[in-house]
């Protein structure tokens, strides 16, 4: 069982480039996120989803965008890639909210030079 | 405004002995308090949870206290393994405009020493 899967687990980028960091995941939860770590920080909430079609803004949303067509897909979007968005990605799903665990996948880390 | 937070950036404790990992909050309408692990190069994993009407859950080896009135968690670990070593994420949940929030806090990184 995948869980939550996420490509690439590595990538470096030049400033200004775009990217699209993909993120699937199979136990037909509809809540699925993507959080960004930066170091020595927690994970902040990019953006987040409760269903096929439904995305929403999370605290750090500015030089991102996502879509949610499938259940099962949630990929995230760098338009116009800055250093600031030098991190490491994390998409995560849950059945969901409140009290339910959410699953993580194992990250993308993210460079701009 | 950080409104989960781990004070402590990391904590050693002998293999055997209790570990004990704490978190303070400040939003009273969290009402779900979860505790993550996390490995290098993995994502984090879901250990353990507790309702806002509860002060105990126990599974296991772990055990996690609410304290509302202190608005205070801490997560226990015993007896604890050279195994436990990781980053222990809290994290606590709301009920915000009609969506379940997540706030994370920074962080300890525990070291079981053999």
């Known amino acids: 069982n995948a869980g939550v899967t996420q490509t690439p687990k590595f990538r470096i980028l030049k400033i200004g480039q775009s990217m699209t960091l993909q993120c699937t995941q199979d136990?037909?939860?509809?809540?699925m996120y993507w959080y960004r770590q930066d170091p020595g920080m927690g994970l902040k909430l990019i953006y987040y989803?409760?269903?096929?079609?439904?995305?929403d803004k999370g605290e750090v949303p500015n030089g991102y965008n996502v879509s949610r067509s499938t259940t099962e897909d949630f990929p995230l979007r760098l338009e116009l890639a800055a250093p600031s968005q030098t991190s490491v990605y994390f998409c995560?799903?849950?059945?969901?909210?409140?009290?339910?665990?959410?699953?993580f996948g194992d990250g993308t880390r993210l460079s701009i030079l | 405004d950080q409104q989960v937070k781990q004070n402590s950036p990391s904590l050693s404790v002998q293999e055997g002995r209790i570990s004990i990992l704490n978190c303070d909050y400040t939003?009273?309408?969290?009402?779900?308090f979860l505790w993550y692990k996390k490995y290098p190069a993995e994502g984090p994993t879901f250990l353990i949870s507790?309702?806002?009407?509860?002060d105990k859950n126990e599974d296991g080896r772990f055990t996690v206290f609410l304290n509302k009135s202190a608005k205070h968690l801490s997560l226990h670990i015993v007896p604890s393994q050279p195994g436990d070593s990781a980053v222990y994420f809290c994290?606590?949940?709301?009920?915000?405009?009609?969506?379940?929030?997540?706030?994370f806090g920074t962080g300890t990184r525990l070291k079981v020493l053999a």
């Open positions: 995560a799903s849950s059945d969901r909210g409140g009290g339910q665990p959410q699953h």
């Open positions: 136990m037909n939860h509809n809540y």
């Open positions: 989803s409760v269903g096929a079609g439904i995305t």
């Open positions: 939003n009273s309408m969290f009402d779900y």
């Open positions: 507790i309702s806002s009407i509860k």
């Open positions: 994290a606590a949940s709301a009920l915000i405009s009609g969506t379940y929030k997540y706030i």
